[in-house]
């Protein structure tokens, strides 16, 4: 078996997110401070010499089980997946004639708002240069990045930064502690257009995010707490209303300013220490629907900083328990 390159994809969280004015180009105008999480995807890629692009998709983590399996949403293997639009976009502007086989790990639940989509597509431009062996630095490949998702670009910085435009000027900020945070997910997903459409822009807002930033940096989660918002929350709440009382369910359980991340429907809690990150993250699990589970998703995770994206040479053993279709492009 030849050797595979390994590659985390990170999932992100927004301790804020203004909207700020639609674009002419029908996009909306963003400020919003973006860090990693230790919740992460897992990128598998080998060369392959006859340019075909496979991504073959399966579940570890919560996803793998049965409440989890909800959050996995179909993740597609076809031109719709940005790992597969990513991997050929970059095959055919570098003039490549090989291709890769790709199979994706999923821990980061679909349709939350957590970027999971936007990071393994980051992932596959990085482990597919390598593999290609092209000489392309990262700020080419997150150009390239930021024509298949707005989130893309930010993923080659991985550190804590504010995003601006659409998501392609991304400034990184230094001093965001490392803090503990509970990630939570309904089992209802969200649509981001119907979100950003149904979301009134503020340009009042614009600046906020380097003060969170500093608050962070200077006082930790109290002084910062008041500052963290986000403009998409109002009218997730009012498209789902599992967002609503998962929101809810998250103050009940002890979280400090809960908020929605992106445009949903996960929701996040930062906590002072991982013990009362912990303990929320418990008293959210318990938590029953008819019998099932309120949330099938909850995480406890840290800030992953700096820099959380990481690809490394390594043998990779086939897997004989693949759960989603794979595809020859």
């Known amino acids: 078996m030849a050797a595979a390159l390994v590659i985390r994809a990170p999932a992100k ?75 050929r976009a970059l095959r055919d502007r570098a003039g490549v004639t090989a291709g890769l086989d790709i199979e994706l790990v999923k821990e980061i639940p679909s349709g939350a708002g957590l970027g999971g989509g936007s990071s393994d597509a980051a992932a596959v431009l990085l482990a597919a240069a390598r593999a290609w062996g092209l000489d392309w630095s990262r700020d080419d490949l997150a150009a390239l990045g930021a024509g298949i998702g707005s989130d893309v670009p930010w993923f080659f910085t991985a550190a804590a930064a504010v995003v601006r435009g659409r998501g392609e000027c991304v400034t990184p900020v230094v001093g965001v502690p490392p803090l503990a945070a509970v990630i939570a997910c309904p089992a209802t997903g969200l649509s981001t257009a119907a979100v950003y459409a149904a979301c009134t822009p503020d340009a009042t807002r614009r600046g906020e995010a380097e003060q969170l930033a500093a608050a962070l940096a200077a006082g930790g989660l109290p002084a ?47 906590c002072r220490t991982a013990a009362e990150a912990r303990g929320i993250a418990a008293r959210l699990a318990a938590e029953r629907f008819a019998g099932g589970a309120a949330w099938p998703g909850v995480f406890t995770v840290r800030l992953s900083l700096p820099g959380a994206a990481v690809c490394r040479d390594a043998l990779v053993e086939e897997s004989s328990s693949l759960e989603s279709r794979a595809v020859v492009g």
Do not use: Q
């Open 13 to 87: 969280l927004n301790l804020s997110l203004a909207v700020l004015a639609r674009r002419p180009d029908g996009f909306h105008e963003i400020e919003s401070l973006m860090v990693p999480v230790t919740l992460h995807d897992t990128l598998r890629v080998r060369r392959r010499d006859d340019g075909a692009v496979t991504l073959a998709v399966r579940y570890a983590g919560r996803l793998a089980g049965a409440d989890g399996r909800a959050l996995a949403r179909d993740v597609p293997v076809d031109d719709s997946n940005l790992v597969v639009k990513a991997a």
């Open 224 to 270: 910062a707490a008041p500052l963290m918002h986000n403009a998409l929350e109002a009218p997730a709440r009012r498209l789902c209303g599992d967002v609503d009382r998962l929101l809810t369910a998250l103050a009940r359980a002890g979280a400090v300013a809960p908020r929605l991340t992106g445009s949903g429907s996960a929701c996040f809690a930062l």
